[in-house]
């Protein structure tokens, strides 16, 4: 990456002087060091995997095992040193705890089968053990010897805790009594269920409408499809309509104040010389109420008086979005192809973490009052760095695995922004899913690495606190809450930069550290067009949402009507089933609009970045749309008007066909010697000319 990391590889300044912005196919790699290190990293993984696969031990979880290493339902292998290991313990398949409130500490045996009955005593466990051939006492201890034998949690019978009515959970004999608290707690919500008649309706009313709540979430699915065609169109109505609810609610308010105030201060004349200190509190009130709504109403006129080209601008985005989204619609079904390989990540993660905590060394302990030797698994220190390696894992590829939908979608904005010939785009998603795999993976590894080295602070901040609960001080808690909300800050606005500078990336091809530079400067330097679109454009987006929500409720109460009238189905309530349809709708929505805002954000990068560096010359023409060029016409009016003059004055004559003759406004005879000379279209071809 070289010692500059800021610095543009190709010479040139981050604001001034930089290349043409047409999307150029010689690229080159960037960030080759990142790229490389993290497929050393990947490598790592995979280490990490095959050596919890080969030393760890999946049965041991599974299906239990005792205090002398044997493996619950097999055959066992024989530790040196250890004389009860080793056993067969195929007709033995459950796991006994001689202490089932104290497990930790407590000697644990496989047994044939899970005590029950009624035992209470030395000679019930006997009795149970001649009847089922279950011993619940330690192997080398003789059932006839059972009465006289020792009840303790070390051996060699158990306690009375543990000789309840038991029940095999994973393997592992659970009593009864155990469970008690939460069976109590079940059947306390079952009660309370079954003794209100109206939430048993309501889950009746769930479980008879479930086809149709599925019937709204494909409806939700086709009208947020829709929702994100049309946004560009009603962006700009919905704008007005908060121009003119804002202007008139505020100028209401505040003629409604100063209306009240002088009918106070009127009435407050009436009483003379003697009013009460209450009459002139109220006026005083009422004043400064007055006041601080005119302000506020001056303010507000203000503010929409200043932002209103830039809101413009939002709306005009939000349309730009839209046909780009009608031009690449395959890209709304970005989200899925990520949720899908943030699945099986997750699905593969946690695999290899089983196995991790399931790996360790046997090691021998004497931990019994008759100097019987244990079996215990302790990890070793490679472990533990295993099981830190592959949660550092876990948020590099997960992160990396985002940040790569953020490079497709703003590579692929960028892709039909710069496109002149718009008309014969097509769309280019597997094209940027090259470049990205080819050129640009070093630099959305080093993205999501800045991102990771965030949050493991955070992480171990939030462990800190668990930790530490009820046991810190004041001053410690409120500085641990300070620091993880000071990080969560830091990682939503690097995720901000990151996402934008993937943008630069697919637009110029630069490493990673000068596009998130050039990002950083862009933002800063349209800080009150990033807040208008932040602004409008979420509320916008968000009335999509509630609207999208809002037609599947109403398609849904056609839908549940229409099965009522033509099925023996019947509902107590249609409220719930709606709102549990609405509620799948917003979600689904939601998906949608997530593609909508990144395109957003990556036109606003495109647009300032054609801004900066073309000028609508016939040498630097602009890529954008006629629609965006208005925002940079006006305010480059001065500029154009010198510029025209100036090139006005330099220019040559026009070209003529005869002595005089100015070709603009001559008959085709006389303009046709000078199209043959070449002077008037020297670019053109003869079969063109």
Same mark, same amino acid.
């Given at each position: 990456m070289g010692c500059d990391c800021l610095a543009d590889p190709d010479g040139y300044d981050a604001t001034d002087g930089a290349p043409p912005l047409s999307k150029s196919e010689d690229r080159s790699c960037t960030d080759c060091l990142c790229a490389i290190l993290f497929l050393v990293f990947l490598v790592g993984m995979g280490v990490v995997a095959g050596f919890a696969i080969a030393a760890g031990s999946v049965q041991r979880v599974v299906y239990g095992y005792d205090s002398y290493g044997n493996i619950c339902g097999m055959k066992n292998e024989k530790y040196p040193g250890v004389e009860l290991s080793g056993m067969d313990m195929t007709d033995m398949p459950y796991v006994f705890f001689m202490n089932i409130l104290d497990p930790d500490d407590s000697i644990e045996i496989c047994v044939k089968k899970c005590p029950t009955g009624n035992i209470t005593n030395l000679e019930d466990i006997k009795a149970f053990a001649e009847e089922s051939g279950s011993k619940l006492c330690s192997y080398n201890t003789p059932i006839e010897d059972y009465p006289t034998s020792k009840q303790d949690e070390l051996g060699p019978c158990p306690e009375r805790d543990s000789l309840h009515d038991s029940t095999p959970v994973f393997n592992r004999c659970i009593p009864d009594n155990v469970k008690e608290l939460g069976k109590s707690f079940l059947e306390t919500a079952l009660e309370i269920l079954n003794s209100n008649q109206y939430i048993t309706k309501i889950v009746a009313d769930l479980y008879m409408a479930r086809w149709a709540i599925l019937g709204m979430c494909g409806l939700a699915f086709v009208f947020a499809l829709a929702m994100v065609f049309l946004i560009r169109f009603v962006a700009s109505f919905i704008v007005w309509i908060i121009y003119a609810v804002a202007i008139g609610s505020s100028g209401a308010v505040t003629v409604l104040l100063w209306y009240t105030y002088v009918q106070r201060k009127k009435d407050m004349e009436g009483f003379g010389e003697m009013v009460p200190d209450s009459i002139k509190e109220d006026v005083r009130a009422f004043l400064i109420y007055s006041i601080i709504a005119t302000v506020f109403f001056v303010v507000l006129l203000l503010v929409i008086l200043v932002m209103r080209k830039r809101v413009a601008f939002a709306v005009e985005l939000l349309n730009q979005a839209g046909k780009g989204l009608i031009a690449m619609p395959l890209l709304l079904i970005q989200p899925v192809w990520t949720f899908i390989a943030l699945l099986l990540f997750f699905a593969y993660w946690c695999v290899v973490m089983l196995f991790l905590s399931v790996t360790g060394k046997p090691i021998q302990y004497n931990n019994t009052i008759n100097g019987e030797m244990h079996v215990e698994y302790q990890e070793g220190e490679l472990i533990s760095y295993f099981w830190w390696y592959h949660v550092i894992g876990l948020i590099w590829i997960a992160e990396f695995i985002l940040a790569c939908q953020q490079f497709v979608i703003g590579a692929c904005v960028a892709d039909w922004y710069f496109t002149r010939d718009k008309k014969s785009f097509s769309s280019p998603i597997l094209r940027n899913?090259?470049?990205?795999?080819?050129?640009?993976?070093?630099?959305?590894?080093?993205?999501?690495?800045?991102?990771?080295?965030?949050?493991?602070?955070?992480?171990?901040?939030?462990?800190?606190?668990?930790?530490?609960?009820?046991?810190?001080?004041?001053?410690?808690? #409120? *500085?641990?809450?300070? %620091?993880?909300?000071?990080?969560?800050?830091?990682? /939503?606005?690097?995720?901000?930069?990151? $996402?934008? =500078?993937?943008?630069?990336?697919?637009?110029?091809?630069?490493?990673?550290?000068?596009?998130?530079?050039?990002?950083?400067?862009?933002?800063?330097?349209?800080?009150?067009?990033?807040?208008?679109?932040?602004?409008?454009?979420?509320?916008?987006?968000?009335?999509?949402?509630?609207?999208?929500?809002?037609?599947?409720?109403?398609?849904?109460?056609?839908?549940?009507?229409?099965?009522?009238?033509?099925?023996?189905?019947?509902?107590?309530?249609?409220?719930?089933?709606?709102?549990?349809?609405?509620?799948?709708?917003?979600?689904?929505?939601?998906?949608?609009?997530?593609?909508?805002?990144?395109?957003?954000?990556?036109?606003?990068?495109?647009?300032?970045?054609?801004?900066?560096?073309?000028?609508?010359?016939?040498?630097?023409?602009? #890529? *954008?749309?006629?629609? %965006?060029?208005?925002?940079?016409?006006?305010?480059? /009016?001065?500029?154009?008007?010198?510029? $025209?003059? =100036?090139?006005?004055?330099?220019?040559?004559?026009?070209?003529?066909?005869?002595?005089?003759?100015?070709?603009r406004y001559a008959a085709p005879e006389e303009v046709e010697p000078a199209l043959q000379s070449e002077k008037l279209y020297p670019d053109l071809k003869d079969e063109d000319k």
């Amino acid at each position: 990456m070289g010692c500059d990391c800021l610095a543009d590889p190709d010479g040139y300044d981050a604001t001034d002087g930089a290349p043409p912005l047409s999307k150029s196919e010689d690229r080159s790699c960037t960030d080759c060091l990142c790229a490389i290190l993290f497929l050393v990293f990947l490598v790592g993984m995979g280490v990490v995997a095959g050596f919890a696969i080969a030393a760890g031990s999946v049965q041991r979880v599974v299906y239990g095992y005792d205090s002398y290493g044997n493996i619950c339902g097999m055959k066992n292998e024989k530790y040196p040193g250890v004389e009860l290991s080793g056993m067969d313990m195929t007709d033995m398949p459950y796991v006994f705890f001689m202490n089932i409130l104290d497990p930790d500490d407590s000697i644990e045996i496989c047994v044939k089968k899970c005590p029950t009955g009624n035992i209470t005593n030395l000679e019930d466990i006997k009795a149970f053990a001649e009847e089922s051939g279950s011993k619940l006492c330690s192997y080398n201890t003789p059932i006839e010897d059972y009465p006289t034998s020792k009840q303790d949690e070390l051996g060699p019978c158990p306690e009375r805790d543990s000789l309840h009515d038991s029940t095999p959970v994973f393997n592992r004999c659970i009593p009864d009594n155990v469970k008690e608290l939460g069976k109590s707690f079940l059947e306390t919500a079952l009660e309370i269920l079954n003794s209100n008649q109206y939430i048993t309706k309501i889950v009746a009313d769930l479980y008879m409408a479930r086809w149709a709540i599925l019937g709204m979430c494909g409806l939700a699915f086709v009208f947020a499809l829709a929702m994100v065609f049309l946004i560009r169109f009603v962006a700009s109505f919905i704008v007005w309509i908060i121009y003119a609810v804002a202007i008139g609610s505020s100028g209401a308010v505040t003629v409604l104040l100063w209306y009240t105030y002088v009918q106070r201060k009127k009435d407050m004349e009436g009483f003379g010389e003697m009013v009460p200190d209450s009459i002139k509190e109220d006026v005083r009130a009422f004043l400064i109420y007055s006041i601080i709504a005119t302000v506020f109403f001056v303010v507000l006129l203000l503010v929409i008086l200043v932002m209103r080209k830039r809101v413009a601008f939002a709306v005009e985005l939000l349309n730009q979005a839209g046909k780009g989204l009608i031009a690449m619609p395959l890209l709304l079904i970005q989200p899925v192809w990520t949720f899908i390989a943030l699945l099986l990540f997750f699905a593969y993660w946690c695999v290899v973490m089983l196995f991790l905590s399931v790996t360790g060394k046997p090691i021998q302990y004497n931990n019994t009052i008759n100097g019987e030797m244990h079996v215990e698994y302790q990890e070793g220190e490679l472990i533990s760095y295993f099981w830190w390696y592959h949660v550092i894992g876990l948020i590099w590829i997960a992160e990396f695995i985002l940040a790569c939908q953020q490079f497709v979608i703003g590579a692929c904005v960028a892709d039909w922004y710069f496109t002149r010939d718009k008309k014969s785009f097509s769309s280019p998603i597997l094209r940027n899913i090259g470049y990205l795999i080819r050129y640009h993976f070093g630099s959305v590894a080093f993205g999501s690495f800045i991102i990771t080295l965030v949050k493991i602070p955070r992480a171990i901040l939030m462990y800190m606190q668990s930790k530490m609960k009820g046991s810190e001080s004041e001053l410690v808690r #409120f *500085m641990l809450k300070c %620091l993880s909300c000071c990080l969560w800050c830091l990682e /939503k606005f690097l995720k901000f930069l990151n $996402a934008n =500078a993937y943008t630069v990336i697919a637009i110029e091809g630069k490493h990673f550290c000068f596009s998130a530079k050039r990002a950083f400067m862009i933002l800063v330097s349209n800080a009150l067009r990033v807040a208008a679109i932040n602004c409008v454009g979420d509320f916008v987006l968000f009335l999509g949402k509630l609207g999208v929500a809002g037609l599947t409720a109403l398609s849904g109460i056609l839908i549940l009507e229409c099965v009522g009238d033509h099925s023996s189905v019947s509902y107590t309530s249609l409220a719930v089933p709606l709102l549990v349809g609405a509620v799948f709708a917003y979600l689904i929505t939601c998906a949608f609009i997530s593609i909508y805002e990144m395109t957003i954000d990556s036109l606003l990068i495109c647009f300032c970045e054609d801004t900066r560096v073309n000028d609508g010359s016939p040498a630097k023409p602009y #890529f *954008m749309e006629s629609g %965006l060029m208005e925002f940079v016409s006006n305010s480059s /009016k001065a500029i154009d008007d010198e510029g $025209a003059a =100036a090139a006005s004055a330099a220019a040559p004559a026009p070209v003529t066909a005869k002595e005089g003759v100015d070709v603009r406004y001559a008959a085709p005879e006389e303009v046709e010697p000078a199209l043959q000379s070449e002077k008037l279209y020297p670019d053109l071809k003869d079969e063109d000319k």
